[in-house]
């Protein structure tokens, strides 16, 4: 079992910067792949970004050159550094983790976009 505990979220004025954070229970090393989701109500959870152990990294269009995944191997966190944040990118974020092919979810942080 892998927990994930999610820190970070804030209100935050549109144009502004934001870096969410996420510590695993286990080595972040011995994770397959580690994303950053996120969710407003009535509707489903977006893939937001993704580091995979093979060091490759991937992004939604909608956050592209806007949002950075990347990890600290000696702090064990995972982060997601949000730059040029707009009202759209309000939702409860959450962090997921592949661990031997289990998947796992944190708790989720909130970050509001407004003025």
């Known amino acids: 079992q892998v927990q994930l505990v999610e820190s970070g979220g804030d209100l935050v004025q549109p144009g502004g910067s934001l870096r969410l954070s996420c510590a695993p229970s286990?080595?972040?090393?011995?994770?397959?792949?580690m994303s950053w989701y996120r969710q407003t109500p009535g509707n489903q959870r977006e893939w937001v970004a993704l580091?995979?152990?093979?060091?490759?990294?991937s992004y939604a269009d909608s956050v592209k050159d806007r949002f950075f995944i990347y990890s600290d191997t000696m702090k064990n966190m995972l982060y997601l550094q949000m730059y040029n944040l707009k009202p759209e990118d309000t939702a409860i974020y959450y962090c997921?983790?592949?661990?031997?092919?289990?998947?796992?979810w944190g708790q989720g942080t909130q970050v509001t976009v407004s003025s």
């Open positions: 580091t995979r152990s093979s060091g490759t990294f």
């Open positions: 997921h983790g592949i661990y031997l092919s289990e998947e796992y």
């Open positions: 286990t080595n972040l090393n011995s994770m397959s792949a």
